[in-house]
Nanobody, 121 residues
Framework: QVQLVESGGGLVQAGGSLRLSCTAS????????MGWYRQAPGKQRELVAV???????NYADSVKGRFTISRDNAKNTVYLQMNSLKPEDTAVYYC???????????????WGQGTQVTVSS
């Protein structure tokens, strides 16, 4: 059973920082990419940042220069360091991974349960 478990959300004042973590557990053969999405109330889920296995990164324009995504392949873990947070960053943040479980041998998308990030003004 493959799971993505997130941690690190919370309440922070504008200008503050938070670090999110997400670990993929279970019998995993390989992971193509890991990333973070977010969904604010009344809005669609949007991509925040993604990092493939080669370490390249891609960010939404709204977070460039403030957020940093990184990955520890040995631990199947992805991190999102969020600095200079703004009230508009308030959302539920979801971890996403495209990975290949040993049991199916096919790449599939998995999602974490979500972690709330609230930025007060």
């Amino acid at each position: 059973q493959v799971q993505l478990v997130e941690s690190g959300g919370g309440l922070v004042q504008a200008g503050g920082s938070l670090r999110l973590s997400c670990t993929a557990s279970g019998s995993i053969l390989s992971i193509a990419y890991m990333g973070w999405y977010r969904q604010a109330p009344g809005k669609q889920r949007e991509l925040v940042a993604v990092i493939p296995s080669d370490g390249t990164t891609n960010y939404a324009d709204s977070v460039k220069g403030r957020f940093t995504i990184s990955r520890d392949n040995a631990k199947n873990t992805v991190y999102l360091q969020m600095n200079s947070l703004k009230p508009e960053d308030t959302a539920v943040y979801y971890c996403n991974a495209r990975l290949r479980p040993i049991i199916t041998m096919r790449y599939q998308d998995y999602w974490g349960q979500g972690t709330q990030v609230t930025v007060s003004s």
